[in-house]
Structure formats: structure tokens, C-alpha cells
Antibody, heavy 120, light 111 residues
């Protein structure tokens, strides 16, 4: 069974750093792109970026380029999304999702989401 | 950047009646490999999104056949043949031809 399990909710202060994770299982982790999606409170889905764990090829949305870093550790089948300096406007639910391949065939499996709250 | 525009943004429907959502892209979604990477997702309240349709009209595993997708080029449609209570939620189109982009979402609710 394909599963993506994300790390737990985080509460941070502005200016702090953060790295959240997404662990894949039940499939070949290195063979599928993993994307990250932001959903601000009461708002729609925003594509942030995507990584191919097989070779760490990474693409970013222009809206998020330079704001976050996406990485992966294929030895432990885990993708990451990190911030170096959080802002209150980063408060949102963050989802990871697998692209069904090769890529472009839709985000077929999703993590449960990680709620990030940034508040002083 | 490709911009995805959905209409309507809200769709009150009667149980058992059909529903239709449109999605228009700012440029053609035909990829250089000949495929059109347009998918539809459903997000029920309090849940992660779920893939319904990929490459315009292919239903994902386990998706009821009352959901169907159609379209070409820049204009696409998701149809629900007979809306059931469990279909309440927000529906998103998403393109993956040039990077990835979501539409704004369409809220389907019961009248």
C-alpha cells in the first residue's frame, strides 16, 4: 500500500527555521516525483515545488523560489520542505503528494498534511 | 506561468442532479510528448485532496463512474452525473504540462 506520512504539527515564532518531512512507503521512492502543496487557512491549493528523489532534480514555483528549500534523502525514503526564516504568512497546512508519473499524471497519493503555525 | 481559471467558484446542486465544473488554462496544455496533463482533485472538508481524474478523462483507481472528465487544448470540464451527499467539497483542476498549477477551486454544496 502506497503511503506518505508527514511529520507532526509545528508552532514556531517569526524568524525561526523549520524542516518538515514526508516519508514514503509501499512503492519505489526514487522513481516518482514528490511535490509540496500549501493551503493557507480557508484558501485553495498552491503548488510550491517538486523533487525527483532518484537524482534530486528539483523544480520550484516562481512564487516560492528562494522562499523554501525542497530536498530528499533517498536512503530513508523521505522528502523535506524547509524554511530558514519563517514569517507569520507561512502559517498554513502543507501537503506532500506523489506525482503518478512519468511525471504529470496527477498527484495520486497525498500525505495527511502538516499544520505549521507561525506566531509571536 | 500557466494560469488555471475555474467556473463557477460555487455550485449549489440538488442531490441526484448533475453538476459541471469548467477549467480554462491560459495556454494550451498539450505537452511536447503529445499528452495533456490536466487532472481533477476533490477535497472533502478536513481532508487532504484526492485524485479523481488524470490526463483529462482517466478515472483514478476507486473513483466512481459518475465522475467524468473531458476537454482539449485549453478548455476542460468535470461532470458529476448524479450528485451524492459524499460529493460535497471543493474541486480543483491542476495542470502539469508546464510546471504544476492549480485552479482556484469550486465549492460543491447541496441545495
Amino acid at each position: 500500500e502506497v503511503q506518505l506520512v508527514q511529520s507532526g504539527a509545528e508552532v514556531k515564532k517569526p524568524g525561526e527555521s523549520l524542516k518538515i518531512s514526508c516519508k514514503g512507503s509501499g512503492y519505489s521512492f526514487t522513481s516518482y516525483w514528490i511535490g509540496w502543496v500549501r493551503q493557507m487557512p480557508g484558501k485553495g491549493l498552491e503548488w510550491m515545488g517538486i523533487i525527483y528523489p532518484g537524482d534530486s532534480d528539483t523544480r520550484y514555483s516562481p512564487s516560492f523560489q528562494g522562499q523554501v528549500t525542497i530536498s530528499a534523502d533517498k536512503s530513508i525514503s523521505t522528502a523535506y520542505l524547509q524554511w530558514s526564516s519563517l514569517k507569520a504568512s507561512d502559517t498554513a497546512m502543507y501537503y506532500c503528494a506523489r506525482d503518478g508519473g512519468p511525471p504529470g499524471e496527477g498527484f495520486d497519493y497525498w500525505g495527511q498534511g502538516t499544520l505549521v503555525t507561525v506566531s509571536s | 506561468d500557466i494560469v488555471m481559471t475555474q467556473t463557477p467558484l460555487s455550485s449549489p446542486v440538488t442531490l441526484g442532479q448533475p453538476a459541471s465544473i469548467s477549467c480554462r488554462s491560459s495556454q494550451s496544455l498539450v505537452h511536447s510528448d503529445g499528452n495533456t496533463y490536466l487532472s481533477w482533485l476533490q477535497q472533502r472538508p478536513g481532508q487532504p485532496p484526492r485524485l479523481l481524474i488524470y490526463k483529462i478523462s482517466n478515472r483514478f483507481s476507486g473513483v466512481p463512474d459518475r465522475f467524468s472528465g473531458s476537454g482539449a487544448g485549453t478548455d476542460f470540464t468535470l461532470k458529476i452525473s448524479r450528485v451524492e451527499a459524499e460529493d460535497v467539497g471543493v474541486y480543483y483542476c491542476m495542470q502539469a504540462t508546464q510546471l504544476w498549477t492549480f485552479g482556484q477551486g469550486t465549492k460543491v454544496e447541496i441545495k
